[in-house]
């Protein structure tokens, strides 16, 4: 009886305890560091930029531009590099689930056994003892360690803050695939320009080497108007080879990022088309949102938050660890000395059975 007594004072004593020592947490918590940024732009007086917040989620639709709007649409789904970084997204998430749950017992195990149990006839001291019997036993296992320093909660902050940089990741790739993509259209589109002016100046200019060696023939001008002609029109000839290369080198550089053919960008681009318009006035917000809008600031943050949780995880595993293990389970032998095939257990599930 003072035996039970003593097991339950110590048990309300270590209890409050570990409630108490579990509030505490070792390391720096992790404060937001401040940026000064300027009040508001060095041009805000320029009629065409205004200073009201915008939905800048999709601000290549300002062009009006259906082919672009198709392309990032197909980039957005087949970008290899993104389709990575989405994956890492899932990984970060498990990743808190495992953190999330190193907060409950670490160890639980479930086990149960049923044994057959053969003692030799010949054995030394065997007289009056059950030659064969059945055991059964079934038990549950379980260790706490407790989180007395916040090792574990700090990790949950660490894994969080991974979580929140993937998905800056993602947002950083993703900016930075749709502008890629938009740019090199906008290079396709320009070279298609350059080309079609291009082809009219050589016409035009043969033309004029026409009108040029009819007027030398009939003596109205020199040979040397027909050479300047003739050298102008050779030289407008040489800048197209190159117009053509480049604008083969942007279509191939379209394709790796839709992660498609190359054979399969021109059905998509279509055929040449004008350079999309510029709008005329430009939302851009304030400063502090610019830099609010840049997942490549939001990521350098969170990987900071990680490594600030990271220093509490290290300083907790400078202190004792405490653990609370626990074990319950049935146990029972059935007290026949007879052999059989079955074997009546139903003992096992008794109070008398409680280990």
């Known amino acids: 009886m003072l035996a039970n007594t003593f097991k339950w004072s110590l048990l309300f004593v270590i209890f409050p305890l570990a409630l108490l020592l579990s509030g505490c947490m070792v390391g720096p918590d992790f404060v937001k560091p401040d940026a000064q940024v300027e009040e508001g732009w060095l041009q805000q007086h320029n009629q065409k930029i205004k200073s009201e917040p915008a939905d800048l989620s999709e601000w290549w639709s300002v062009f009006n531009d259906p082919v672009l709007d198709n392309l990032i649409e197909i980039a957005s789904r087949q ?18 689930g495992i953190a999330v749950g190193f907060q409950y017992p670490q160890t639980q195990q479930i086990g149960g056994e049923a044994n057959a149990n053969q003692l030799s006839e010949n054995a030394p001291n065997g007289a009056g003892a059950d030659k064969f019997f059945y055991n059964y036993q079934l038990g549950f296992d379980a260790a706490w360690e407790l989180d007395f320093w916040g090792r574990f909660r700090r990790g949950v902050e660490s894994a969080n803050a991974s979580l929140y940089t993937s998905l800056a990741d993602y947002d950083d790739i993703l900016v930075s695939l749709i502008a890629e993509v938009a740019r090199t259209y906008f290079d396709i589109r320009t070279f298609e320009q350059r080309l079609v002016f291009a082809r009219e100046n050589v016409v035009h200019q043969e033309d004029s080497l026409d009108i040029a060696a009819a007027r030398f023939e009939f003596g109205a001008e020199s040979e040397l108007d027909v050479s300047q002609a003739k050298a102008l029109l050779k030289q407008t000839q040489a800048t197209i080879p190159p117009l053509e290369a480049s604008l083969r080198q942007a279509k191939n550089a379209l394709a790796i990022l839709l992660g498609i053919l190359p054979t399969e960008v021109q059905d998509i681009l279509g055929p040449p088309k004008p350079i999309p318009t510029v709008p ?28 600030s949780a990271q220093i509490g995880i290290a300083k907790a595993d400078l202190y004792p660890s405490f653990s609370l293990v626990g074990s319950i389970g049935l146990q029972s032998s059935d007290k026949g000395g007879v052999r059989s095939n079955s074997a009546d257990f139903s003992d096992l599930f008794t109070s008398g059975g409680i280990t």
């Open 280 to 307: 005329i006035e430009v939302a851009v917000g304030i400063p502090a949102e610019l830099l609010r809008r840049r997942p490549d600031i939001r990521l350098a943050e969170f990987q900071a938050a990680v490594q």
């Open 79 to 96: 970008n290899l590099d993104l389709q990575n970084a989405g994956l890492r997204i899932l990984e970060a998430r498990a990743q808190l």
